[in-house]
């Protein structure tokens, strides 16, 4: 899992305390975006091929290791990206995670918390669960629908209302819509 970044180390960033989630762990919209409202949504492509990876990105570190920077999303990657290999648990915590790797290269990209464990669910989180390692990716901010400026969490629409996500999901949606 993933913590903010403390606002000394850039504009775009916040530290947080307690035990505040997006709604995915119980906490409503209005506290999930009253903390992160703020940050700038980046639009993260390949660093190896330029593939379209996400346009959902949040600039984040990882929690174990305060010096790797990530951008995380709170939804899959679906166009851009696949799961590879075996999931597995790290030295840090027992989080299970998988592997991502660009559809294009085949380079691995970042990876998917498959289960958190209780530790990184305790811990100041934005709940997000697909993360991007920041040297395997190009992140450019996210303009507003007007082009005039960037994009903030507090204004880009829920995953499955968003328009400019990924086509895939837009159908799956529907899909289970009809369900």
Known sequence: ??????ASMDS???????DEDNSQ???GDY????VFGHKIVHELSCHYCTRELSRRGMRALLLADTDVELFS?????L???ALIGESYSTRQCQCVISDVACLGCGNIVG????????????????????????HAVQAQERANNRNTKHLTWSHLPCVHEDKLHDPQVEFLNA????R
């Open 1 to 6: 899992m993933v913590r903010q970044r403390s």
């Open 12 to 18: 775009d960033s916040e530290s947080i305390s307690g």
């Open 25 to 27: 762990y119980g906490q």
């Open 31 to 34: 506290e999930y975006r009253s």
């Open 73 to 77: 999303t709170d939804g899959p990657p």
């Open 79 to 81: 166009h851009g990206c």
């Open 111 to 134: 990876y998917h918390v498959v289960q958190p464990c209780c530790s990184c669910l305790k811990a100041c989180n934005n709940g997000h669960l697909w993360m991007f390692h920041g």
């Open 175 to 178: 899909v289970q819509c009809s």
